[in-house]
């Protein structure tokens, strides 16, 4: 059963008569200030009628009303909230609240809007607040996202919250993981691509995947800004999360979003975290080889999401990266750019609206293995335990 709650409503609509009233005190003084009165509480009412919105579009599946709440001027932000609208209409979300607690006028087209908002998914309850701006975009107030500031660098539009410490870190990471994917891939990141930088991992989780079960430190899709939790102390480990993420953004676009997740996930364990780890799963001991052997087919039984055992997904990240590098050491780095091409023929994949897009994604893989490598599934299978026996 989902709920919205009007609560703040009720407390801008007791302001709202406050002012009428003094307002008919002085009928007739000046029209001007009833006007600019009614104005800014209608603003208020708005941006709350906004959040019923978005209430009412999650609880009948409605797209096109979620997506009017949300600026148009932030195709990345879009994006992501289109994913996140369809992941929270898509599953069993219960007793779902967004609570307007406060809003703050920054200019006459901006508001900071508070929000508290609490659900309870797969058993946990759920308890938060963040602040979204809005802004007045002709004529409409939309959503543009969380209170983020803004730098930009060459190649790279950064957000970050005001608590972040360790901004000049990852923007070094950045520049240098693009320039070395651009070798591997010959193409690189989105031109001012956006990575929001989160200092509250639980935020990042809710704002972004909100149907995973464990908290993850990253997260990227296809069309969508690169997300990262910023807060471990150890920084010069965010190297590898972030040379990781960004080979996701690319072979993402390269494939038109039409990777299934495990060779997703062994690209950019091959291309990203080994390369700055200096080996693969095995070499720097986080699997075994008897871990390592094996197929495709228990890979693709494996769901990412919801594994928590933490054994198993270091074997489900460390064999999908060694399957890609088998590929790599045997056809060439150039055989992923043909696997990635042929995979994206079909056009952009729309992940977040499918509920079971793996079903759809793993035999467009198995095709293009066969297309551009010229064997079978099977085959390829016997292929990698025989590499991985040799070369281990
Ligand atoms: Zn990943």
Redesign the pocket.
């Known amino acids: 059963m989902l709920e919205f709650y009007y609560n703040s409503s009720m407390k801008e609509k007791t302001i709202f008569t406050y002012k009428i009233r003094r307002a008919s005190l002085v009928v007739l003084t000046s029209l001007v200030l009833v006007l600019t009165l009614s104005s800014c509480v209608s603003t208020r009412q708005v941006i709350t009628e906004s959040w019923a919105d978005k209430y009412r579009a999650i609880e009948l599946s409605d797209p096109e009303l979620y997506m009017n709440t949300i600026s148009e001027a932030d195709t990345y932000y879009r994006n992501e909230s289109y994913a996140w609208f369809w992941y929270m209409a898509n599953n069993n979300f219960e007793d779902l609240s967004f609570t307007v607690t406060g809003m703050d006028r920054v200019n006459p087209s901006t508001m900071l809007v508070h929000i508290n908002q609490k659900h309870t998914y797969a058993g946990n309850n759920f308890d938060f607040d963040y602040t979204i701006v809005y802004g007045l975009e002709e004529g409409d107030w939309r959503d543009q996202d969380l209170d983020f500031q803004v730098r930009e660098i060459p190649g790279f539009k950064i957000y970050y919250m005001a608590d972040e410490k360790h901004l000049a870190a990852f923007e070094g990471f950045l520049i240098k993981s693009n320039r070395d994917l651009i070798e591997v891939f010959g193409v690189g990141a989105d031109d001012n691509f956006p990575v929001k930088l989160y200092t509250d991992r639980e935020l990042l989780r809710q704002r972004t995947y909100p149907i995973i079960e464990r908290q993850f430190t990253a997260w990227g899709e296809g069309n969508e800004s690169l997300k990262i939790y910023t807060g471990f102390p150890n920084v010069a480990m965010y190297e590898a999360t972030i040379r990781?993420?960004l080979v996701?953004h690319i072979t993402l676009k390269m494939s038109s979003n039409r990777l299934c997740s495990w060779y997703?996930?062994g690209l950019?364990v091959h291309y990203g975290n080994s390369v700055i780890a200096g080996g693969d799963y095995i070499m720097t001991r986080r699997i075994t080889k008897e871990d390592a052997r094996r197929t495709i087919a228990m890979l693709e039984a494996v769901n990412p999401a919801t594994e928590t055992n933490e054994r198993e997904v270091a074997c489900y990240y460390g064999v999908s990266g060694l399957i890609v590098k088998y590929i790599a050491e045997t056809w060439g780095d150039e055989a992923h750019r043909k696997i990635l091409f042929r995979c994206g023929e079909g056009g952009y994949f729309d992940r977040a609206k499918e509920k079971d897009p793996e079903a759809i994604l793993q035999p467009i893989l198995h095709e293009a293995f066969e297309y551009v490598l010229g064997i079978t599934a099977e085959e390829f299978c016997e292929g990698y335990l025989v590499w991985l026996n040799d070369s281990h």
Request: charged share 35%; aromatic share 0%; glycine share 0%.
């Open positions: 990781h993420e996701h997703a996930e950019a």
